[in-house]
């Protein structure tokens, strides 16, 4: 009998029936005794012995083929084939292999595009997703229709306004995407000890933020980084995604920096994400980079030694075929030895064990229960829905002209090529949503609709369409024109050439503005920022919204701010440049800091003119900011043999040499609303640190969401690490801190705490 189970259990693979259990185990499965008495199947033993035993009982050859995301089953140890590769960006995702739709499982929860959530500047609500997704991703696990490993999420900087992907990130600011990725790899992985939900996968290490811009794309990139903006800026989300979020993977990227593929390069992957950070985890190759840097880059002469290379340097996994096929020859010449590949399994392996994949049978494990009445859940989709309400940011409001009203507005020309979309919504590395509500539906459940696309799509390379759309306007008590830009502008390996809409869509916005009877409502989609400076400047256009992609249920959102049945609470998680900022800006120079000739990047370096500015968004309440309480000077504590220094310690003070464990600054803030609706409101901290040759202009060093009611005030602690926040970099990438004043900057209080070494005083509030 237990011959006929296992050929039954192997000829069937990943996804049956068994006895009645959706999903067989993936390794030690309870019917099988020869099976069962492994030592690596006895959860009574340590994780480390576990995967130590089980390494020992595979072959060269079955470990090489377990190197590479599409892992090949070992029979003869009851071991089934995985696929690695799954997506959770902002939803369980179809575009790896390791995830399906079909059957009990049509679709998932598909939450607003990252760029739009990290609007909210809610980091809770970055965590709820995150474990929404985790249940959904468990249930298709356990009904066989999904991994447990997923590559999310992409928190590099956005950097360059035109890169394709900045829709996948939290936006331009370090401090942010360090927040955001350890909120959301926590709401995916659960906090269950060592015991994983789903194992995360924060990507692309590093310095990638190209992908295919005036004939460089990303296989070919070799981006030149200063330590300087490596520590200040492009490490800092990976940091805290592994650090403060635990994650269990971080993903190299395709490009070069300095000169290396990050995928070979063991400066990166094995002293700084292993060792200086301590990666409890497998550290995995974005697709076929390995291949990319033997081919494309030619790196390496032969395929063996960049195999050996990318082993020895700290990559654990590769997603391709690389690995698979030239590992072995790569021992046999001598370049690589056999125990260089147990390290790497060792740290797949672990991750395997810690998401229970060899504990025996899905159902009897913590997350067993999940199933498919936990996926498009009510509760899911209303998460979906207040999470594209939070996003949505108001960027102008006239008169103020929103919200419209229900008495004065019952007739609503909706137009334009994003104003009955449903794909669009919800951006890429989405999966299929459990159902859209475009904004055509969502405005026409609060008035009556006339409906023009006044183009034919996003591109709007003729006016063919207009005059219906501007007839439309002439007909209706207000105009909803819904605008942007959708995949086939900016996406993966769509880099964009320019900040202005596409096509002709700015005529069609001012000549429908020009006719409209009513008042003008410029609503739009975009991942990336937009020069909008017409209908910034045109008294005909009353208020612009913009809604990133916002989603299954993007439509009803727009409309619940438009309507006023959401206050709109958003910011803008990244600058809007006017198009003149890309004159002579290479996308390849990745410089944060301006120059001479060169503007610099982001809010944090760049000062010229902006569109609109990060951190920018308003609301249908008026807010009032108060600094109730904060400290005049902060004694920066140092160690013990540095403490007869002091009085010379200069400017700054290094951070390795202060104590910086419980070194902590507190701000008490009143937030009034002195407004007559409800609404919450982002509390975005900045400091203006001494001036100096290191220091941004300004920097992000906390923030936090609050709801107040109308005419009422709450008070926010806020509690900024100095060692962390308050310290800059210098060009040798050391971080320090720099004694003097500092300017804390909350809307339009202000307030100036000095820091001094320990030797110079005590604290005084």
């Not at 306004?161 to 401090?175: A, C, H, K, L």
């Not at 993977?249 to 300095?258: F, H, L, R, T």
């Not at 203006?688 to 709450?714: C, D, I, M, N, Y």
């Amino acid at each position: 009998m237990e011959g006929t189970l296992i050929f039954f259990y192997l000829l069937l693979g990943s996804v049956f029936i068994l006895n009645g259990e959706a999903r067989a185990p993936f390794a030690c499965n309870p019917k099988c005794a020869g099976f069962r008495a492994f030592p690596f199947c006895q959860t009574r033993l340590p994780v480390s012995e576990r995967v130590r035993d089980l390494i020992g009982r595979l072959t060269l050859q079955e470990k090489v083929k377990l190197l590479v995301d599409n892992a090949a089953s070992v029979p003869r140890l009851g071991i089934q084939d995985y696929e690695w590769w799954s997506e959770a960006l902002h939803g369980v995702s179809n575009v790896g292999p390791g995830t399906k739709f079909g059957g009990k499982f049509p679709g998932a929860t598909s939450f607003p595009q990252v760029i739009t959530t990290a609007a909210s500047f809610n980091a809770s609500l970055w965590e709820e997703i995150g474990r929404v997704v985790s249940d959904e991703a468990r249930a298709m696990y356990n009904g066989g229709m999904g991994g447990l490993t997923y590559w999310s999420p992409n928190v590099n900087i956005l950097r360059d306004p035109r890169w394709g992907r900045g829709q996948e990130t939290p936006g331009e600011d370090p401090v942010v995407a360090g927040k955001y990725a350890a909120s959301y790899v926590r709401g995916l992985q659960g906090t269950d000890g060592d015991r994983l939900k789903v194992a995360a996968s924060c990507k692309h290490y590093t310095a990638y933020d190209l992908d295919n811009w005036s004939g460089v794309d990303r296989f070919h990139f070799n981006a030149q980084v200063t330590k300087q903006d490596m520590v200040d800026t492009y490490d800092v989300p990976f940091r805290e995604c592994v650090m403060e979020g635990k994650v269990a993977s971080v993903m190299c990227s395709y490009n070069q920096v300095n000169g290396i593929p990050t995928c070979a390069d063991p400066k990166l992957l094995r002293n700084t994400i292993r060792g200086d950070w301590r990666l409890n985890g497998y550290i995995v190759s974005d697709c076929d980079s390995v291949g990319v840097f033997y081919s494309n880059q030619h790196y390496t002469s032969t395929p063996e030694e960049a195999a050996a290379d990318a082993i020895k340097a700290g990559l654990d996994l590769d997603c391709g075929p690389f690995l698979g096929l030239h590992t072995e020859n790569a021992i046999k010449k001598g370049l690589l030895t056999e125990l260089d590949v147990n390290n790497a399994l060792t740290n797949t392996l672990t991750v395997q064990m810690r998401l229970g994949m060899f504990d025996g049978p899905p159902s009897a494990q913590p997350y067993g229960h999940l199933g498919p009445a936990d996926v498009c859940s009510p509760a899911h989709q209303e998460l979906a829905l207040e999470a594209a309400r939070q996003g949505m940011v108001l960027l102008k409001n006239h008169g103020p002209t929103l919200p419209l009203s229900h008495i004065r507005h019952r007739t609503v020309a909706v137009i334009g090529p994003n104003s009955d979309v449903t794909v669009t919504m919800i951006g890429n590395y989405a999966g299929i949503a459990c159902g859209y509500t475009t904004p055509l539906q969502g405005i026409g459940r609060y008035a009556k609709t006339i409906h023009q696309q006044g183009c034919a799509n996003v591109g709007c390379n003729d006016d063919k369409q207009f005059g219906p759309a501007i007839t439309a306007a002439t007909q209706a008590d207000a105009t909803v024109l819904i605008m942007g830009l959708d995949q086939s502008i900016e996406a993966e390996f769509r880099d964009r050439g320019g900040l202005l809409l596409p096509g002709r869509q700015q005529e069609l916005v001012s000549k429908v503005a020009a006719a409209s009877k009513g008042p003008v409502v410029l609503v739009l989609m975009s991942g990336g920022p937009v020069d909008i400076s017409f209908a910034k400047n045109d008294p005909r256009i009353s208020a612009i919204v913009w809604a990133g992609y916002p989603g299954q249920a993007g439509g009803q959102a727009i409309a619940d701010v438009l309507f006023g049945t959401t206050n709109p609470g958003g910011k803008l998680p990244m600058t809007w440049y006017p198009q003149e900022y890309l004159n002579n800006l290479p996308m390849t120079n990745m410089a944060m800091r301006s120059g001479p000739g060169y503007p610099g990047r982001t809010y944090r370096f760049y000062q010229g003119p902006v569109v609109y500015p990060f951190g920018y968004g308003l609301s249908y309440t008026h807010f009032v900011h108060t600094i109730a309480d904060a400290p005049l000077e902060v004694v920066v504590p140092l160690d013990g043999h540095r403490r007869s220094n002091a009085s010379n310690a200069g400017k700054a003070i290094r951070v390795t040499h202060a104590r910086c464990n419980q070194l902590s600054l507190s701000v008490h803030v009143d937030v009034k609303n002195h407004g007559s609706k409800d609404g919450a409101h982002t509390l975005l901290v900045f400091s203006r640190p001494p001036a100096g040759q290191w220091a941004p202009r300004k920097q992000l060093v906390a923030f936090e969401k609050v709801h107040v009611p109308a005419g009422s005030q709450h008070r926010v602690s806020v509690h900024i690490h100095v060692c962390k926040f308050l310290s800059v970099v210098d060009r040798s990438g050391i971080r320090r801190i720099p004694l003097g004043d500092h300017k804390i900057h909350i809307g339009d209080a202000r307030h100036s705490v000095s820091l001094k070494p320990e030797t110079l005083g005590v604290i005084k509030s």
